[in-house]
């Protein structure tokens, strides 16, 4: 089936130290791939995505590359801010069909918890 | 523009009650999803609306029902509320992708 797998959290990091967070999906087709991030007591943003092999999402200094031939999208950023500490989700768009009609719908990993320390 | 609004934003019930939960879309949005994400755990998808019409459920059971308006908000209900249905429900627009969420309903069940 379709899943998203990410790298065990939680993760604690020094304010300028590099970010990677690993994610790893499975998926029949070519899906359409999303970082998301949620801070305590929001909802979830999106952060980057890409929608195809090669792409490369980028935003506000984080970057992931969508890698085909090892089914991953990994998140990074060079030097991370205490403003970076929340939860960063990858995500899948799997098109489904019910009753002859296809629809999207996200599939995520369980999160990973960054704490950037001053 | 505003983004996702959902009401209200805590809620407090007791086992065997029902529960409706409501999303208002961006403007001009017409998809409507909802997600559930338990505590520690990423979102799981729930119902997608398009145009007022159901598309696609996730393996959620029959208590769980949704439904979209003529001006596209929509509305989770919950009934026979169990303790394992306390989480963060999540509502999300769309015209495609990406998804844009809502902050959320965090409903506890005790």
């Known amino acids: 089936g379709n899943s998203v797998t990410q790298m065990e959290g939680p993760v604690t990091l020094s304010e300028e130290a590099f970010l990677t967070i690993n994610c790893t999906y499975t998926a029949t087709g070519y899906p359409s791939l999303f970082w998301y991030v949620q801070y305590p007591g929001e909802g979830l943003q999106l952060l980057l995505k890409?929608?195809?092999?090669?792409d490369k999402g980028s935003n506000k200094g984080f970057e992931a590359t969508y890698r085909k031939e090892t089914t991953s999208f990994h998140l990074e950023k060079g030097s991370v801010q205490v403003s970076d500490s929340a939860v960063y989700f990858c995500a899948q768009n799997v098109f489904a069909n019910a009753g002859g009609t296809s629809y999207g719908k996200l599939t995520f990993g369980q999160g990973t918890i960054l704490t950037v320390h001053p | 523009d505003a983004g996702v609004t959902q009401s209200p934003t805590h809620l407090i019930k007791t086992r065997g009650q029902h529960v409706t939960l409501r999303c208002s879309p961006i403007?001009?949005?017409?998809?409507v999803s909802w997600y559930q994400q338990v505590l520690g755990q990423g979102p799981q998808f729930i119902f997608q609306y398009y145009e007022k019409e159901e598309r696609g459920r996730g393996n959620f059971p029959d208590r769980f029902s949704a439904r979209q308006f003529p001006n596209y908000s929509s509305e989770l209900n919950v009934n026979a509320l169990l303790l394992g249905d306390s989480a963060l429900y999540l509502c999300?627009?769309?015209?495609?992708?990406?998804?844009?969420f809502g902050n959320g309903t965090r409903l506890t069940v005790t």
């Open positions: 999300a627009s769309s015209l495609g992708t990406p998804l844009h």
């Open positions: 890409a929608t195809k092999a090669d």
């Open positions: 403007s001009g949005h017409k998809s």
